[in-house]
């Protein structure tokens, strides 16, 4: 899933640069919206 992707795309670079808003809550939301705008 190309989600899954992005996820760990960002999981990786939050690794090299000082990302903190990038955690388990920020994912778990941000699939929320995704899931949101599809269902509309």
Aim: no cysteine.
């Amino acid at each position: 899933m190309l989600l899954d992707e992005a996820e760990a795309l960002i999981r990786q670079a939050a690794e090299q640069v000082w990302m903190y808003f990038y955690d388990e809550t920020w994912f778990h939301l941000q699939h929320g919206m995704i899931e949101l705008h599809l269902a509309s």
